[in-house]
């Protein structure tokens, strides 16, 4: 519970920081890399605030389970944190929301240019550290979803084509594989950072040898989530209405 709790969050903080760069970079970069910082967060702001806020409630959560009967209680603060976090997922923009602007507006809305912007710039990392031999358990997964990831948008797209709410209907999944995929992307480059300086020799690598640590943790033990979101994004809609308003009275 605890490597999840660090491995979503140090993940999250990692892309969230990029994205803080990303927004400098469209501001005061020279024209041509102003507008690729533009196009990357048009595609990965809506990831940032979906994602990072729906795994931010899974590890508050796993946070009061550490914790036990304490963590239920006002006395620690950690259920001002539950209810911080759970409000999370409305306030940045509720989470289906997000999904519908990262699938329909951003993904499908630019004919996929977006998204092959991103899974171009992975598929060129993944290629400079392919020769590592250390870097294969980081790199190989990641080159796998990266490919997925536009496969994926294919079948959802060809889908859509006869059928507009199969685009809704994928939308969260797609949101939340995607959201692990970046996530990898941020965690296979602070790998090839920790494996540098542990090589290096640096002093006190403590540090180093547990962001390494919780890199192979999380391609070990949740990035392999992205497979179930994505072949739920692949299911076919119909199942969502197959019931009417009325069965709906019982609840």
């Keep these: ?9 140090e993940g999250s903080r990692a892309l969230i920081y990029w994205l803080a760069q990303l927004v400098d970079q469209s501001k005061y970069g020279n024209e ?3 507008r690729a ?13 979906a994602f ?5 409630v899974e590890v508050t959560n796993l946070g ?18 539950a209810r911080d976090a759970r409000i999370a997922t409305l306030y940045e923009g509720t989470t289906g929301i997000q999904a519908l602007d990262l699938l329909g507006r951003k993904v499908m809305g630019s004919q996929g240019t977006l998204l092959r912007n991103f899974t171009k710039r ?3 990392f993944c290629e400079a550290a392919g020769n590592n031999e250390a870097m294969k358990p980081f790199i190989e997964p990641l080159q796998a979803l990266n490919k997925q990831w536009g496969e994926l948008t294919m079948a959802i797209g060809s889908k859509a084509m006869s059928d507009p709410n199969e685009v809704g209907a994928a939308s969260v999944d797609y949101t939340m ?8 992307y941020m965690w296979a480059q602070m790998a090839q950072l920790a494996q540098q300086k542990i090589a290096e020799g640096v002093e006190a690598p403590e540090f180093y040898q547990a962001k390494l640590a919780t890199a192979e943790f999380y391609f070990q033990r949740l990035l ?7 072949n739920a994004a692949e299911a076919s809609g119909k199942a969502m209405m197959a019931l009417s308003h009325d069965a709906f009275a019982f609840l």
């Design 64 to 81: 009061i389970q550490v914790l036990g009967r304490h963590g239920y209680i006002r006395d620690n603060g950690q259920e001002q944190i």
């Design 122 to 124: 992975i598929h060129k």
């Design 177 to 184: 594989f995607s959201g692990y995929v970046a996530l990898a």
């Design 52 to 56: 990072c806020t729906e795994v931010g």
């Design 1 to 9: 519970m605890l490597l999840t709790q660090k491995a979503l969050n």
């Design 224 to 230: 392999p989530r992205a497979d179930s979101h994505a």
């Design 37 to 49: 910082a533009d196009d990357l967060l048009s595609l990965l702001t809506p990831i940032a605030k």
């Design 32 to 34: 041509e890399n102003a």
